[in-house]
């Protein structure tokens, strides 16, 4: 294993792939010689040429319906928006026609492609540049969903992603392109499957269910609780669509209490998804109500104190353990 940063586990994923398959490219605004808003495609310009490194106007429907051409025609492509904001240009091109075309045409046609959009908060970039997506473009069928929060998952879904024969929404925190993590050696060839969550952390009285930077933070809200006595287990979904429910319910009979931790609005959000299968599914498992912790119903401020202010903390989601879990006291009377 070596470190790398989540930005560099990207850009050797794209490497790799243009390599094993000349039928990749990339292609969206300023990738070329300018290295991508985040530097995840420095370099390929020169190693790949215009051919396969393609820079596009700033048209999000110019970009995605290249895309969706160029993969009826064949091709992978990998198109890159400089935001995932930004993508509500072209959410015709995703949802009417990415989406549905293989179904609407029996399965003839394949729409093998890949769209990168990094999003988020935190970076101080305003109301309409901070915000995710991922709940608008999950619930829609044919759309693959994924939202990795390790360099490490980041590599091996890209790859996946690349190589799978559906269209898949590939959401990359902004926050995050500077996380360092564990990846294998170059030339270990490996990928990470795009329906299976992840354990990050044992526990035994309560889940913490979670994707994306909120991953970083559960993780540090477990420690803080575990020298409290509260064990939490963390789930990483890794992917919105498909969820691996399976990995969730497991964990829920096990702890019997949960807290679904996201970043996003609550209302009609990813997690009030997650919440309702967790009580469709594993209702008799549950000793109290699910905790939600998400940002608040705003839209995000430029000013950085409010900004942090709208955004979801680690004593948030250990506020909301605390609210559900019973003192370590308490626990062992009732014992």
């Known amino acids: 294993m070596r470190v790398l940063t989540y930005r560099d586990a990207l850009r050797e994923a794209i490497r790799e792939e243009m390599l094993r398959d000349e039928r990749v490219y990339i292609l969206g605004e300023d990738i070329a010689g300018y290295g991508g808003t985040y530097s995840v495609t420095k370099g390929l310009f020169e190693e790949f040429g215009e051919k396969r490194v393609r820079d596009t106007p700033l048209a999000e429907e110019v970009i995605i319906g290249t895309a969706i051409g160029s993969a009826l025609t064949g091709l992978r492509p990998i198109a890159e928006l400089m935001t995932m904001n930004f993508s509500l240009l072209a959410s015709d091109q995703i949802i009417n026609s990415a989406a549905k075309f293989s179904y609407m045409f029996g399965g003839q046609p394949r729409i093998p492609m890949v769209i990168r959009m990094p999003g988020g908060g935190g970076a101080q970039r305003g109301a309409q540049h901070s915000q995710f997506f991922e709940t608008l473009y999950a619930h829609v069928p044919g759309l693959k969903v994924v939202m990795p929060a390790t360099p490490y998952d980041a590599k091996g879904m890209?790859?996946?992603?690349?190589?799978?024969?559906?269209?898949?929404?590939?959401?990359?925190?902004?926050?995050?392109?500077?996380?360092?993590g564990d990846v294998p050696d170059e030339g270990v060839e490996y990928t990470?499957?795009?329906?299976?969550?992840?354990?990050?952390?044992?526990?035994?009285?309560?889940?913490?269910?979670?994707?994306?930077?909120?991953?970083?933070?559960?993780?540090?809200?477990?420690?803080?609780?575990?020298?409290?006595?509260?064990?939490?287990?963390?789930?990483?979904?890794?992917?919105?669509?498909?969820?691996?429910?399976?990995?969730?319910?497991?964990?829920?009979?096990?702890?019997?209490?949960?807290?679904?931790?996201e970043e996003g609005w609550k209302y009609y959000g990813t997690g009030q998804g997650v919440v309702a299968l967790i009580y469709e599914y594993a209702f008799d498992y549950l000793d109290a109500p699910i905790g939600q912790v998400t940002g608040k119903d705003v839209p995000m401020p430029y000013s950085k104190p409010l900004e942090q202010a709208a955004l979801p903390t680690r004593d948030d989601v250990i506020a909301a353990v605390k609210a559900i879990v019973p003192a370590l006291g308490a626990a062992t009377a009732a014992r």
């Not at 559906?166 to 990359?172: A, G, L, T």
């Not at 913490?208 to 933070?217: A, D, G």
């Not at 789930?235 to 498909?242: A, E, N, Q, T, W």
């Not at 990995?247 to 019997?256: A, E, H, I």
């Open 192 to 261: 990470v499957p795009l329906n299976r969550g992840e354990r990050r952390r044992e526990g035994s009285d309560v889940t913490l269910v979670t994707f994306s930077r909120m991953v970083h933070i559960c993780m540090q809200a477990a420690e803080e609780l575990a020298k409290t006595g509260i064990e939490a287990e963390v789930i990483d979904l890794r992917s919105i669509r498909p969820i691996d429910l399976d990995l969730v319910l497991d964990s829920v009979r096990k702890t019997n209490r949960v807290v679904v931790a």
């Open 158 to 180: 890209l790859k996946s992603a690349v190589r799978d024969d559906d269209p898949v929404i590939f959401v990359e925190h902004e926050l995050l392109y500077n996380v360092k």
